[in-house]
């Protein structure tokens, strides 16, 4: 019989605590018939982020924002307060003067874990299947686009929604000049976003 050792026990403890977040983060995921139902910290795709954040709080994100290639959407890193996930990062387009939320993402510091990042992500997926039955899984290992020289990778597991929209499991190991340049740690994402975000990401104007 094999014995768990008391490590072990903790992190499987936090994967477990980690899946009842999103339990109650991604409401009604098996019943919902369009992305915008689905809810991360009461935040739904569609939704104005003015409706959560202030003008100020916004403005203060824009100044240490990430822009996509074409600078046609712009992500942004918002205060955050939760044991399990260190960032709440949300996309909207540039011009957008509503802010409509267009992708959400959480993410968990890996800083130079990426086989336990790894470990963390298939649990998590495991965990959470019972949310993401709606649709097939599509796995990808490549270099992550972001970084010019080559020295980044993405290990990323990704959900279709039928209707449109997509489920994003990410972990993403940065290279030096990364960090150096944009201080990107190693890290796993949890994203939700829109089919608009969706056809943008999978075109040649984001990257």
């Known amino acids: ?83 399990e996930f260190d960032n709440l990062q949300v996309a909207f387009q540039t011009k957008d003067k509503f802010y409509k939320i267009e992708k959400i993402m959480m993410t968990k510091d890996f800083s130079n874990q990426i086989e336990k990042c790894k470990e963390y992500k298939e649990k998590f997926i495991k965990n959470s299947s019972k949310f993401l039955n709606l649709t ?22 990704t959900y279709f929604y039928p209707l449109g929209g997509f489920f994003n499991f990410t972990c993403s190991d940065y290279g030096k000049e990364m960090f150096d340049k944009h201080g990107w740690r190693d890290s796993f994402a949890a994203s939700v976003g829109s089919q608009k975000m969706l056809e943008y990401l999978q075109s040649d104007e984001a990257y």
Do not use: W
Request: glycine share 4%; no cysteine; net charge negative.
């Open 1 to 83: 019989m094999t014995r768990i050792g008391y490590g072990e026990k903790v992190f499987v403890m936090r994967i477990f605590l980690t899946v009842l977040i999103i339990i109650f983060s991604l409401q009604s995921l098996i019943k919902a018939e369009d992305i915008s139902e689905f809810e991360i910290e009461g935040m739904s795709i569609g939704d104005s982020l003015l409706d959560y954040y202030s003008q100020s709080e916004i403005n203060d994100a824009l100044t240490n924002a990430s822009y996509y290639k074409n600078k046609k959407f712009v992500e942004i890193f918002l205060s955050y307060e939760k044991i």
């Open 136 to 157: 097939d899984r599509m796995d990808e290992d490549s270099t992550a686009l972001a970084d010019p020289t080559g020295n980044s990778f993405k290990y990323i597991s």
